[in-house]
């Protein structure tokens, strides 16, 4: 009986993935996981990687060559089968990251538990919307969380060097390091990111030098940036202005909140390591010029975070990602553009609730301190 009993739980897991084996298999035509295969593709056929778009979904590959050489084993396989392998392997990269917070916090993670919350992750848009695009999100966080939470191994930092070389994005996460003395951890990322660039050089070169000289600075290349779904800083603005941002701007604004998140990430790496790595995930998507809504899986972890400093914030933030009020309004087309003062607030409710997360954090930790030195033993 006890052995049944134990079997139970790794059951559990063993049917979420199996399940998100089959759907995958069953409902294909991931946009996102189809230009992930012309990209893989166009490294196999040797044809322009972006010379022209994705025949079947009309979307570019916007990623650096070295994700498209990552990329090749998909354009090998039926479509069929690298849906449902790519689908499978996310709810996996899903639930391992469930259970990677949980025991790097010295809660208990029995595996049926672990199961029913990587269930109940699929309530949040940023999970769903990743696994119906095809998004290769939550398998870029698990790797960065499994290489940000030991430092000290001798490979640390290789993993967020790959992610960077994939997304760019992770760079912030090189600055983390930094900020917490982690120097070889950060050094091996870089080096690891500059040799993903110069592979990408030598297997494409001519695509290589678009991309690096081109398609880096150009925002609009992922799609319009004023879309309701781009909740980062930079599409804020260009809600706001109602027009592309300027760059001058978007680095004044978006560049000292990111460093402020940065600090307070430094501040909580000693506290709890898991809420240092998601606020600094926090401060890369409000930094980056589009951060897609199904870029914001990192609301998994914080939610397990914050469930073990203040439920009442973490059923609050769970809340803002399972509702997604920026599709409240009239959103496509433009027409966020002619969003009104007081529409601005659920439009941009996922950014909006990472600068509040980053208040109460701060304000946490002073208060914690606080508590620490005071002579009566209480706090002020």
């Given at each position: 009986m006890d052995r049944v009993r134990r079997g139970v739980g790794p059951a559990c897991i063993a049917g979420v993935v199996l399940g998100a084996l089959v759907a995958g298999a069953l409902?294909?035509?991931?946009?996102?996981?189809?230009v992930y295969r012309y990209g893989?593709?166009?490294?196999?056929?040797?044809?322009?990687?972006?010379?022209?778009?994705?025949?079947v979904t009309g979307y570019p590959f916007t990623y650096p060559p070295f994700a498209a050489a990552l990329l090749v084993p998909l354009a090998v396989l039926p479509g069929t089968a690298a849906a449902a392998l790519w689908t499978a392997a996310s709810v996996a990269a899903l639930v391992a990251t469930i259970a990677l917070v949980l025991r790097a916090q010295g809660r208990p993670a029995p595996p049926a538990a672990i199961a029913v919350l990587a269930v109940g992750a699929l309530a949040l848009e940023p999970v769903w919307q990743t696994l119906t695009f095809g998004q290769v999100n939550l398998l870029l966080m698990l790797a960065l969380l499994v290489d940000l939470h030991h430092p000290q191994r001798r490979w640390s930092g290789l993993l967020v060097g790959v992610a960077a070389g994939i997304k760019l994005t992770p760079l912030?996460?090189?600055?983390?390091?930094?900020?917490?003395?982690?120097r070889a951890a950060a050094r091996r990322a870089g080096?690891?990111?500059a040799g993903t660039v110069l592979l990408g050089v030598l297997v494409l070169p001519g695509p290589a030098a678009s991309y690096w000289s081109e398609g880096l600075i150009d925002a609009r290349r992922v799609g319009p940036p004023a879309l309701a779904?781009?909740?980062?800083?930079?599409?804020?603005?260009?809600?706001?202005?109602?027009?592309?941002?300027?760059t001058w701007l978007w680095l004044v604004v978006a560049g000292p909140v990111a460093v402020a998140i940065l600090a307070v990430a430094r501040r909580w790496w000693s506290e709890d390591r898991t809420a240092a790595i998601c606020l600094a995930a926090v401060a890369m998507l409000v930094a980056s010029p589009v951060s897609w809504s199904h870029h914001w899986v990192w609301a998994v972890p914080l939610t397990l975070v914050l469930w073990r400093h203040s439920r009442p914030a973490a059923l609050a933030w769970a809340a803002v990602f399972v509702a997604r009020p920026f599709t409240w309004l009239p959103w496509g087309q433009g027409r966020e553009r002619d969003w009104r003062w007081f529409e601005q607030v659920p439009g941009n409710a996922y950014l909006l609730a990472a600068l509040a997360l980053t208040i109460v954090a701060a304000r946490a930790l002073n208060r914690e301190h606080r508590c620490v030195v005071s002579p009566a033993g209480r706090c002020g």
């Open positions: 409902v294909g035509g991931f946009p996102d996981l189809h893989g593709s166009a490294i196999l056929h040797h044809t322009g990687l972006y010379a022209a778009d994705d025949p912030v996460l090189v600055v983390l390091l930094v900020l917490v003395g982690e080096l690891t990111f779904h781009n909740q980062s800083a930079y599409g804020a603005l260009t809600r706001l202005l109602g027009e592309p941002a300027p």
